[in-house]
């Protein structure tokens, strides 16, 4: 399937299945705002929890909070997001779409990058078992240019925006010919900044309300409290902080579905570390996130690393995981080395001191911070779209399934009578009021089993738990695995067990 169908059904099958609805859809939807529907909201809590567990349940040196999404105001000039949150964007004259420049050259050099990828396949066909890829990669002329190409190009861009020079930004665009992606057209306006924060109000009154923002990151809500969590936990460095929460960009393109959202939820991990300890931690945090990543078998080739050239201005290093999204490999997660920027800002704007004594260099000091950062809705995309198939049965007809990580799928069992009389529904429910101490459960009896099932499959559901006549003799069911299609039979005493072998976060998260 082309990727912008498979797209297209992500998105379909994730409204009729009950995972997104757009936001207040009666009025027609509100512009990269989303709904979680009855299924989608389990599914973003198992995924928090999934994350929550492996960061504080797993560490004994990381704790949570919950700060709230209103923040003094200053708390944002100290950020740096009142005067460096913009993004750069750009017009298009003829079809009046607008883009952010800095993707639009990422696009580009996707491209250059797809070529060369082209280029290592096609050798890698020919040259068969014998082939090196890496001396490939440093030899081939061709793949060396393009190389060579992506990086002239991301270079100048990076050095541009540093330097504000946004007439060089446009130049680049025109040199390269970008075009307007869905119309062709060239006609640029000049790049502006543009920034991302949300204003509101906090107060009755005209002369008396105060100008607020809706926090653009859950990040500043640690930083904030690091000395009350240090001091009331008795925390010692090197530790870590986690939260999740709700965060609000005013994003100037949003086209891409839940991956890019105006209002969203993240998942962050600031890591207070000593100064010049930060190098270690931050590879320590790139390869404990990869691996979380992996645990959930989606596919080790559809993650990438992807370093930054240009830095946000508080970091001293920076690396994206990426994933292959129906849409090409794009940013799910930042890891970041922090340096003691944020810290320091906030000293400096509030006159408090936030440092840490160390008993062990016997030495005061602003600790460096090592912040692993992922997008909740972006991960939900990355797992459903992945999760989605098609598949063709051997009796020649197909079904749709979303094969969900056990761990995460919002229904772990759909118990079914085989037919709606005989005491088989009261034996099933009996199943369910059992079961549903420890998992989320189903019960369905509408319509032949075998539709029951293909409906099950299509909502992700690892297990079907079949009660028939069998049942009322030996107390035994049928148990369905959704990805094998395999149905066994089972004591229904052996049914908690069943689930708990396949469903458990040691499983999983070991
Ligand atoms: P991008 O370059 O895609 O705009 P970013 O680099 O600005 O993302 P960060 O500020 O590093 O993103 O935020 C951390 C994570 O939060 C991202 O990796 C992403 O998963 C998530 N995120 C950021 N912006 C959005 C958004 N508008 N909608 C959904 N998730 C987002």
Redesign the pocket.
């Known amino acids: 399937m082309a990727n912008e169908d498979l797209f297209k059904k992500v998105i379909s099958h994730a409204k009729e299945y009950g995972y997104v609805f757009a936001s207040s859809e009666i009025y027609d939807g509100l512009s990269a705002v989303y709904d979680y529907a009855q299924n989608g909201v389990e599914l973003k809590k198992n995924i928090r929890e999934y994350w929550w567990r492996s960061m504080v349940f797993m560490h004994q040196n990381i704790v949570g909070i919950d700060a709230s999404i209103l923040m003094h105001p200053t708390t944002w000039k100290a950020s740096g997001h009142v005067d460096a949150f913009n993004d750069p964007l750009i017009d298009n004259k003829d079809s009046k779409k607008r883009y952010r420049a800095d993707v639009l050259i990422e696009d580009f050099c996707e491209k250059i990058n797809k070529k060369a990828q082209k280029e290592i396949a096609k050798a890698k066909k020919r040259f068969g078992e014998s082939f090196n890829e890496e001396e490939f990669k440093s030899t081939n002329p061709r793949v060396l240019g393009y190389i060579k190409q992506q990086k002239e190009i991301i270079e100048r861009m990076a050095s541009s925006l540093e330097a504000e020079d946004l007439a060089d930004v446009k130049l680049l665009i025109e040199e390269l010919g970008i075009a307007d992606p869905l119309t062709g057209s060239k006609n640029w306006t000049d790049v502006k900044q543009f920034n991302l924060m949300f204003g509101t109000k906090l107060g009755a009154s005209a002369e008396s309300a105060m100008d607020l923002y809706l926090r653009p990151?859950t990040a500043q809500g640690i930083f904030v409290n690091f000395l009350n969590v240090q001091k009331t936990g008795r925390m010692k460095i090197p530790f870590g902080i986690a939260q999740t929460g709700k965060a609000f960009?005013n994003?100037i393109v949003a086209r891409q579905f839940i991956?890019?959202?105006r209002e969203?939820e993240?998942m962050e991990m600031q890591f207070f570390v000593r100064p010049g300890e930060e190098m270690k931690w931050y590879e320590y945090w790139k390869e404990t996130r990869l691996k979380w990543h992996h645990s959930l078998g989606l596919g080790e080739e559809n993650y990438r690393f992807h370093d930054h050239e240009k830095m946000a201005h508080y970091a001293n290093a920076a690396t994206?995981i990426e994933f292959n999204f129906p849409f090409g490999f794009k940013?799910?997660?930042?890891i970041h080395s922090r340096t003691d920027f944020d810290l320091k800002a906030h000293e400096e704007h509030s006159g408090k001191k936030l440092q840490f004594f160390d008993h062990e260099t016997n030495k005061n000091y602003t600790p460096y911070v090592v912040e692993t950062?992922?997008?909740l809705?972006?991960m939900f995309l990355a797992i459903f779209s992945n999760s989605l198939k098609t598949e063709e049965l051997e009796d020649g007809s197909s079904r749709v399934v979303l094969k969900l990580p056990a761990i995460l799928a919002p229904i772990k069992a759909a118990v079914l009578p085989l037919v709606k009389k005989d005491g088989l529904p009261d034996i099933a429910k009996k199943i369910i009021e059992d079961l549903q101490w420890d998992y989320n459960v189903t019960y369905d009896e509408k319509d032949a089993v075998g539709r029951r099932y293909r409906r099950q499959d299509a909502v992700g559901t690892p297990f079907c738990i079949t009660v028939d006549h069998q049942t009322i003799e030996d107390e035994t069911v049928t148990i369905r695995n959704r990805d094998t299609m395999e149905q066994e039979r089972i004591k229904i005493s052996e049914i908690s067990k069943k689930l708990e072998d396949t469903i458990s976060y040691k499983k999983w998260l070991k």
């Not at 940013?331 to 930042?334: A, I, K, S, V």
């Open positions: 990151e960009r994003e991956f890019r959202m969203f993240q994206d940013e799910l997660e930042g950062s992922i997008g809705d972006r």
